[in-house]
């Protein structure tokens, strides 16, 4: 006859055995369990270029909403040098400062930001496709680790991307990621466009997995501004004497107003 210490050593072996082996699968199972982070390229940059015309808000919810989405490890703000498709636009050495200053107002813990003048220091009209391509070469040359190279816009340019110089040539260099806003009309896209995008579109991941060659389309930022009605607003606002703007940061606003920009 089995006494009550026998029988509790018996419990004790099989819940023992049961820990073991509950161990066991979810060993298995964690090994089995795909890396999230595998794949993922260690230098994931993103360039944010424009005139500038100033860089508003806009701009740099945009570049935070990429930073944080593709988790970049640098970020890049490009202002035009002499801008192709567009005229009547404020001296370089101005949307250079301005962009110098709103730089200054972003604070990220994994990424590095900085302004690049690769277009503001070229004469003539520059064209981003061959900005691409040179950061790509001078990137070879400094022997520096591949990098997942996102060129970030608002979705309205992908409106006239295929009037860009080249554009097709961007995606040998870079991925392309376009930030929606409300109200965006996608059927206004070119043919040609809507092809590439749906051969190419991607996620997240997929940008940084790899080096070029995606398109991202993302739709989270719930923000419809446009460098020419902040203009306007910024006229109304240095009429009417005022001493802050909501649309630009306050440094980008006190260097508005000393150097007398946007009055007319």
Known sequence: MKTRATETRGAKDVATHADRATDVVNHAAADAAPDAHAGILPRRVGILGGTFDPIHNGHLALASQFVELLQLTELILLPAGQPWQKTDVSQAHHRLAMTQLAAQTLHFAHTTVSVATNEIDQNGPTYTTETLAQWRTQEGQSGAAPA???LLIGADQLLKLDTWRNWKQLFEFAHLCAESRPGFDASGIPADVAQEIARRRVDAT??????????????????????????????????????????VPPAVWHYIRQNHLYRT
Do not use: K, M, N
Not at 215 to 222: T, V
């Open 148 to 150: 997942s190279l996102a």
């Open 206 to 247: 997929g940008i940084q997995r790899s080096t070029h060659g995606g398109i991202l389309i993302d739709e989270a930022l719930a923000i419809d501004l446009s460098a020419t009605a902040i203009r306007q607003h910024i006229h109304e606002r240095l009429a009417g004497r005022h001493e802050t703007s909501e649309h």
